[in-house]
């Protein structure tokens, strides 16, 4: 199976994470995708974005999520 890979270039959107062989950033395709846009309105939109590349970015997010620790404030009252 051609799995679509998530990188991280320096020299690409200053390191950002993006899907390999494009310029399409993880953060741009979370956004669209949040605002409504469809999987077969990004692959228009970006033509050498295809939708394993989408899948890809989704699971990159989860991924990072899921690695986070989430420390609770809590509520100062005045």
Same mark, same amino acid.
């Given at each position: 199976?051609?799995?679509?890979?998530?990188?991280?270039?320096?020299?690409?959107?200053?390191?950002?994470?993006?899907?390999?062989?494009?310029?399409?950033?993880?953060?741009?395709? *979370?956004?669209? *995708?949040?605002?409504?846009?469809?999987?077969?309105? *990004?692959?228009?939109?970006?033509?050498? *974005?295809?939708?394993?590349?989408?899948?890809?970015?989704?699971?990159?997010?989860?991924?990072?999520?899921?690695?986070?620790?989430?420390?609770?404030?809590?509520?100062?009252?005045?």
């Amino acid at each position: 199976m051609d799995e679509q890979k998530i990188v991280a270039d320096p020299t690409i959107l200053m390191g950002k994470p993006v899907v390999a062989g494009t310029r399409v950033a993880v953060e741009l395709i *979370l956004e669209k *995708l949040a605002a409504g846009e469809t999987i077969e309105q *990004l692959v228009q939109a970006h033509p050498r *974005l295809t939708e394993k590349g989408v899948r890809a970015a989704l699971r990159f997010a989860a991924d990072a999520l899921r690695g986070e620790i989430v420390y609770p404030i809590p509520e100062v009252r005045g």
